[in-house]
């Protein structure tokens, strides 16, 4: 079945530094969503991507969608601490399912 | 819109006991969503509704599990004869539709303890 997968699993910065987390799939996906888990939290969405080689900006983040469509990335320019907590990238195809990926955990250090 | 509530929020029980969870989509979405989330994973898929229809069931699903929404609105999964193993986050979710690219609006989940 459909597999992704998210490197790095976790990430440590000082505040200010920019922070990257990379998302692949085993398959060619529809569509590619990112969320984010504060501590204690439940997942939130923050964007989704269809097209391919889609980029997309929310103030400090910019988030791809490869041209293959089966990777996608999300960085964060000049972390904050309000930045901290799990960022989870999931992709369907089709309507199936989402499937998510093991998260990458930033802590940003102030 | 008071988002998707999931009831309780907390659970301990003892290995063996039979052990139902509550969960109540955002009102109108017709899709709703179980998934489980274990320390340092992300949600991993159950099962899912399209109104009152069980749409899918994860091959990885046990069959003490069992999940219903009987009138497309609440939905409640039951999990029998506890094990330790499904000590973990159970998160249910919702969505409009259904549509392809929809985002999922996500309860707090019941954390689960089996001892």
């Known amino acids: 079945g459909q597999q992704v997968m998210q490197i790095p699993q976790y990430q440590h910065v000082q505040e200010g530094e920019d922070f990257t987390t990379y998302c692949n799939s085993s398959?060619?996906?529809?569509?590619i969503q990112w969320y984010k888990q504060r501590p204690g939290g439940h997942p939130v969405f923050l964007i989704q991507?269809?097209?391919?080689?889609e980029v997309k900006k929310q103030k400090r983040l910019t988030f791809q969608f490869g041209e293959a469509k089966k990777n996608s990335s999300l960085h964060i320019t000049a972390t904050q601490t309000t930045d901290v907590g799990t960022y989870f990238c999931?992709?369907?195809?089709?309507?199936?399912?989402?499937?998510f990926g093991k998260g990458t955990r930033l802590s940003v250090i102030a | 819109d008071t988002g998707v509530s999931q009831n309780p929020r907390h659970k301990i029980t003892k290995r063996g006991q039979n052990v139902t969870f509550r969960c109540d989509p955002i009102?109108?979405?017709?899709?709703l969503y179980w998934y489980r989330q274990t320390l340092g994973q992300g949600p991993e898929f159950l099962t899912y509704?399209?109104?009152?229809?069980?749409?899918?069931k994860s091959r990885l699903l046990s069959d003490r599990f069992s999940a219903e929404r009987p009138k497309g609105s609440f939905s409640t999964l039951e999990i029998q004869r506890t094990e330790q193993g499904d000590s973990a986050m159970y998160l249910c979710?919702?969505?409009?539709?259904?549509?392809?690219?929809?985002?999922?609006?996500f309860g707090s989940g019941t954390q689960l303890s089996v001892l």
């Open positions: 979710a919702s969505s409009p539709t259904g549509g392809a690219g929809e985002k999922l609006f």
């Open positions: 398959t060619t996906l529809s569509n």
């Open positions: 991507l269809v097209k391919s080689g």
């Open positions: 999931a992709g369907n195809s089709g309507n199936t399912p989402l499937v």
């Open positions: 009102s109108e979405h017709n899709r």
């Open positions: 509704f399209q109104n009152e229809a069980q749409l899918e």
